[in-house]
């Protein structure tokens, strides 16, 4: 085999980077608009809240499951912890964020109870409870909109904290939301616990086959739920940082949102078959995933056009990744 | 006398109303290999569980240097220097060989983090131990089935384990990585770790044991040391009837028409100018080594090398055969070797997997003549003899043995001229292997098939084949009628080839 061909069967992420670099530059070549550092750092910016959610589902998708139920998990952690904000006069941000973590764990937690003492298929189990989690939200806490005027303050400031700004040619200010750094940090805790902890390792042997896991020592279910668990509570976490973002509280919030991620997370090189998958593939994945559908407006494409983008995203990365996983198994 | 290693003593274990073992008494001394033989089923592998703390006997006692162990778990026994090699190894193939190697180490060690130089600096030990070539840093899955199970004992023994039991270390190997994990298996021995060899595969059992303990149904049935044994003997004690090797003394008349006639056959970098012809009735043996062609002159004539040259003539006729369609339609069929995966719809009934050629022929205007279908079905499990009440339970609860009668039974069903067979008996044990190698040998007399039976198992071709082909690098390089060679011939052949 060719070294590249070989470099790329190794390092997955060599092949996102290479579709990301593609991407970018064929968008910039049809409109030079592309480059402008606004354009730049608001793709940045939307690459926050998907490319956090997908750290959830990568940890899931490593141990051989799936997960459906944190767009719900994240509406149900962010509006709740709005509502209380709201109703309890508390307005401050460590707190807060603490909460929407919160809430996302317990709820990360029922996946696991499901997942490990009734054996049930981790899309099944999440499909329920993401459906029953949106439903409680909308029929027992309420479907009202918290729109900007009645949000705590602290959430939107914190949200608006820009790292730096630079001027444009056409004299305007372009910032980048320090969220970005947010999401760094996030993600590099991700990889230092996938990476460098037993617990991480634990994932990925739970990936390759569970008896086998079971038979070197790893604990199967104290794994489950440090799994389902921190992807709830990272959800949760993702749902409060998108409200402060986009300054609204909406219960209806990310419907449909799972497949995007999906997409991205399976971009970057995680197999669905579990066991594969990193940490900067799926930042990666997720930016790839964030460039090419926001771009169609600047590349003149009707923005209707997105779902049929991300559909056959979600195809084309998951066909490439099984096709090499079965030329792996072969 | 020093105590021995390991020894059971009357030990009785059943699940639900089954008895599994009975009464079972078995020793292991120090650095001995002991191999332990029986067919599936006869109780194998409860016994690897009991010694292996997996299951607790329901009777007698297990002792270790003498000692009584009261009660022994699966850290117990690991404790007690206990390793085992299952079957499927265990292993991690998303993970590199050197983080198989080192995740248990640290695991017991109780370890939170991860250094990554630690973990290769394990592995490079536990490697050289071994004494073997394995690159570290590649995926387990990307090895081939010999360096799993390298990477297997080398990771067993890292626990300086005095006993290693390997469950049928021996069945995806080809004859010279078994000859090389026989070596590996005599220097652990030269160590003073003793091993269980657990296999079916008579060869194999009196080349390497010391010891020998044969268990049928549950029951200790022979023991004692390897010299007081030959094959017969095993079998007898393994089937508890006598199998004789009775050979294929059928004779094709001399002139009948050629059923298959292939000339100068040649696929660029697979196979040269290949030759053959097969009398109707006639079973032709295929050997060679791995990667000798004989698979893909096997799919070259189940016309899945649509790319050949040369001419293939069935009963006189000129027909090129590009695609399974066209191959079925000349009346060949194919059972592949491995049958799980290439031969059977695992999910499915016996029934279904059964009528999975004939659905065409069963079909009327589109729809399956549900009535004639379950009659076929039913006429072949009785024609095959397949242990089974009635044909709608899952094909997973057969025995290998039974399987491949499915597989085979399936393309009988099409009345096919020519049954290409590719490893009729791979996994499956000495018992139902003689009821295969009769029925096929019925077939062809009977029918007037002609067999082409592709295997690693020199006394089966022995056996049953007429004529023995050999095949090297895509060459046909002998065909040797059976009266003129034997197994230990053949064997010669084969090594000189290597």
Redesign the interface.
Known sequence: MSGIANAFRRHPELMVAAVLVLTVVTIGLVNPVFWQPSNLFSLLRASVVTGILGLAVLLVMLSGGIDVSFPAFAIAAMYLTVKAMIAWGFDSILPAFAMATGIGLLLGLVNAVFVHYLRMIPLIVTLGTGTAVRGFILGVVGTSQINIDQMPPKLIDFARTQLFSVTQADGSQAGLSAMVLVYAVVALLIHLLL???????GI??L???E???R????NIRQTTFLIYGLAGAIAGFAGLLHGAMIWTANPRDMVGLELDVIAAVVLGGA?IF???GTVIGTILGGLTLVVITNSLIILGIDTTWQRVVVGLIVIAATAATAWRDRK??A | MTAPLIELRHVGKSFAAVRALEDVSLSIGRGEIHCLAGENGSGKSTLIKVISGVWQPDQGELLIDGQRIESMTPRAAITHGVQVI?Q?F??????SVA?NLA??S???EG????SWRRVREIARRAIDRLGVDLPLDA?V??LPTSGKQLVAIARALMSDPRLLIMDEPTTALTGREVAALFRVVRDIQSRGIAVLFVSHKMREMLEISERLTVIRSGRVVAAGPISEFDEAAITRAMTGQEIAAEGYRWKPSPNAAPLLEVENLTIPGQLEDVSLRILPGEIVGVSGLLGSGRTELALALFGMQPGYTGRIRIAGQEVRLDSVQHAIEHGIAYVPEDRLTEGLFLAQTIDRNMLATSLGRLSRAGVVQSGRAARDAAGMIREMAIATPTGDRPVTQLSGGNQQRVVIGRWLLNDPRLLILNGPTVGVDVGSKSGIHRKIRELARARGLGVLMISDDLPELVENCNRILVLHRGRLVSDTPVEATSETALGEQLAALA
């Open positions: 990476r460098h902890t037993m617990l991480g390792r990925y042997a990936g390759g086959g008896e086998a896991a038979r070197v020592g790893f197999s579990g066991g594969r792996r198994i | 299952y499927d265990s292993l991690f193939g998303n993970l983080e995740l248990s640290e695991l017991q370890r939170k983090l991860v995926l899955e990307t």
